[in-house]
C-alpha cells in the first residue's frame, strides 16, 4: 500500500512539473536599438515572414539616435482585411514600447509576427 501511495505521489509531482513546464513562453529579447552616427536620423529597412511565406513584409523604420519614431509598410502579400488590424495596431505598439515584444493581434498572429520580424531585422 505504500507503494502505491509513492507511486502515485510521484506520478503527480511529474504531472504538476509538465504542467509548469506548459506555461512558459518564449518572448524573444527586445532588440537594441543601433546608435545613429552623430544622433542623427536614420531610415533602415527590413523584411519578414507573415502569413504569406511567398511574399515578404518589407518596412522601413525611421530612427532618431537610438527611438524609432515612425514605420511604414513598403509591401506585403497578406490577406487583405484580416490582417489591417496588425498593420495598423503593431507599428503603433512597437512606436510606444520602443520594443518589438509587442502582443500580437488576435487573428492576425503570422502577420503581426512578421511586422515584428520585419523590425527586429531593420534595427540589427
Same mark, same amino acid.
Given at each position: 500500500m505504500r507503494?502505491?501511495?509513492?507511486?502515485?505521489?510521484?506520478?503527480?509531482?511529474?504531472?504538476?512539473?509538465?504542467?509548469?513546464?506548459g506555461c512558459a513562453q518564449d518572448q524573444p529579447a527586445p532588440p537594441p536599438a543601433? !546608435? @545613429?552616427?552623430?544622433?542623427?536620423?536614420?531610415?533602415?529597412?527590413?523584411?519578414?515572414?507573415?502569413?504569406?511565406? +511567398?511574399?515578404?513584409?518589407?518596412v522601413e523604420v525611421t530612427m532618431d539616435g537610438n527611438v524609432i519614431t515612425d514605420i511604414t509598410v513598403l509591401e506585403h502579400g497578406e490577406?487583405?482585411?484580416?490582417?489591417?488590424?496588425?498593420?495598423?495596431?503593431? !507599428? @503603433?505598439a512597437i512606436i510606444e514600447a520602443q520594443s518589438t515584444n509587442v502582443d500580437a493581434v488576435?487573428?492576425?498572429? +503570422?502577420?503581426?509576427e512578421g511586422i515584428m520580424q520585419a523590425v527586429e531585422d531593420a534595427i540589427n
Open positions: 507503494s502505491l501511495k509513492a507511486v502515485i505521489l510521484l506520478t503527480g509531482i511529474i504531472l504538476l512539473a509538465f504542467s509548469f513546464a543601433p !546608435p @545613429a552616427e552623430n544622433g542623427g536620423t536614420q531610415v533602415l529597412q527590413g523584411e519578414g515572414i507573415g502569413y504569406n511565406p +511567398d511574399v515578404p513584409i518589407r490577406t487583405e482585411g484580416l490582417s489591417d488590424p496588425a498593420f495598423e495596431q503593431i !507599428p @503603433a488576435s487573428g492576425a498572429t +503570422d502577420t503581426s
